[in-house]
């Protein structure tokens, strides 16, 4: 009798540990979060492209509004002497476009835009729009000086690489727009990572290029 006690003992504290066990992994992993899909739709500045250097052939930065795709047509902002008959340009006086680059799936089905625009008073904004990913524990919004690497490979790539933490990411659905911290030098990094710290993994990631 004594010993059938013992075999219930030894059960109840197994499936306790084992109940303690999943609770904890749910609380960690958060597993449902991947079913629950979290949309944000911050506004977008209106913003220029400067797409050839201003001294090199007379142009200046192209207004672009937001959503509007790259290879539609764009319409020039006034030339220097236009400015000087017409007044202060009011699009060379907003945000201007200086990195871009277009997310990659890594651990989860990712799509969208990232861009860098610089703002007149010196600071610098990230904007990720039309971002489509999966949701789940702990994402980050990084600014990462690794490269992009597609398939499983690049995966882990970020974590290996000095990295910028700008935010939690906001959702996993939308248009987003974050502040980044003063004294950004945006030509200091190189992409755009979604890393799940919890997995440290990146769900996706863009390659930055000049604009």
């Known amino acids: 009798m004594s010993g059938l006690l013992s075999s219930r003992k030894r059960l109840a504290v197994v499936v306790g540990a084992l109940m303690l066990a999943a ?9 449902w979060l991947l079913f ?11 913003f ?17 509004s937001p959503n509007q795709d790259a290879s539609e047509p764009t319409v020039p902002t006034a030339s220097a002497s ?14 201007v476009q200086v990195a871009s680059g277009s997310f990659i799936s890594h651990e989860h089905d990712t799509s969208g835009t990232a861009r860098i625009l610089s703002l007149p008073d010196g600071s610098h ?16 919004v990084w600014l990462s000086a690794g ?18 933490e700008v935010a939690p990411i906001k959702g996993n659905l939308g248009n987003q727009v ?34």
């Open 23 to 31: 609770a904890v992994g749910l609380a960690v992993f958060k597993p």
């Open 147 to 164: 490269p992009v690497i597609e398939g499983r490979d690049g995966w882990f790539t970020a974590g290996r690489y000095e990295h910028l």
């Open 36 to 46: 629950v899909d979290a949309s944000v739709d911050d506004e977008i500045p209106v």
């Open 82 to 95: 236009q400015e000087e008959a017409q007044g202060p340009s009011t699009a060379a006086q907003g945000p």
């Open 48 to 64: 220029s492209v400067t797409t050839t250097p201003p001294a090199a052939e007379g142009g200046a930065p192209e207004a672009r």
């Open 178 to 211: 974050y502040d980044l911290p003063a004294g950004t030098d945006p030509s200091a990094w190189t992409s755009v990572v979604l890393w799940c710290e919890d997995f440290s993994v990146s769900f996706g990631a863009a390659e930055l290029a000049s604009a």
């Open 125 to 140: 904004q990230l904007v990720l729009e039309n971002l489509s990913t999966s949701n789940g524990p702990d994402v980050r």
